[in-house]
């Protein structure tokens, strides 16, 4: 399968720990995305790349949040010292530049602080 | 502020029924996704459309964009249990090309 893929589904972490978050995109595509989701909203946006360029990083909730794809294939997204109110599902989606309004989600993970 | 609205918020429907669900927004798209998500799934594409006036059927399911690209509507044929779950509408803005707005979803759920 050559979907998009995020590891791991789900992280129970303690507050204030660090996580990180792994997603690959579908090979061929340049563009990546990265959501969260709450119950009961959809997707909000938090950033995007085109290849290894983050393009938009103004929607990341706080400076505690952080993305990179240094090779312009995986990237990472890196919450430090975790709240409480981080707990959501965070979403990973790729697409074609020229086709960037088409997204094609991974599996998400489901992070839980306590 | 949520620029893009879907009604009703939840659905609750017997198998064989019919329904419409709706997405709705004061601002002008360049196109619009309907995405359907399982709980603890991410989204799946399911259309996308990108003319004003457009109607696109899969299946059972049949999408239309407004006139005026600030609407859609998702209607449903003879639902199936198979068709519960979140269904999403993402609209691409036409001064924001590459960013994509989501709406909160309807929560369909099909009983047998």
């Known amino acids: 399968d050559t979907g998009v893929s995020q590891d791991p589904r789900h992280k129970i972490t303690k507050r204030g720990q660090n996580v990180t978050f792994r997603c690959d995109p579908i090979?061929?595509?340049?563009?990546l995305y990265w959501y969260r989701q709450t119950l009961g909203q959809g997707p909000e946006f938090l950033t995007y790349f085109q290849n290894e360029a983050q393009l938009e990083k103004s929607r990341l909730l706080s400076d505690r949040f952080s993305a990179e794809r240094p090779k312009g294939s995986f990237s990472t997204l890196e919450i430090q010292r975790t709240e409480q109110g981080d707990s959501a599902m965070y979403l990973c989606a790729s697409s074609f530049t020229s086709a960037g309004r088409e997204q094609y989600f991974g599996p998400g993970t489901r992070l839980t602080v306590t | 502020t949520q620029l893009l609205e879907q009604s009703p918020q939840f659905l609750s429907i017997q198998e064989g029924e019919n329904l419409t669900v709706y997405c709705n927004s004061s601002s002008v798209f360049s196109s619009l996704q309907w995405y359907r998500q399982e709980p603890g799934e991410g989204p799946v594409l399911l259309v996308t459309v990108v003319t004003g006036g457009e109607v696109k059927k899969l299946k059972r399911l049949t999408f239309q964009f407004g006139d005026a690209r600030k609407d859609s509507s998702l209607h449903i044929t003879a639902a199936q249990p198979g068709d519960t779950g979140l269904y999403l509408c993402?609209?691409?803005?036409?001064?924001?090309?590459?960013?994509?707005?989501f709406g909160p979803g309807t929560s369909l759920s099909v009983i047998p």
């Open positions: 993402a609209g691409a803005k036409e001064t924001s090309y590459d960013k994509v707005i």
């Open positions: 090979s061929e595509h340049n563009r």
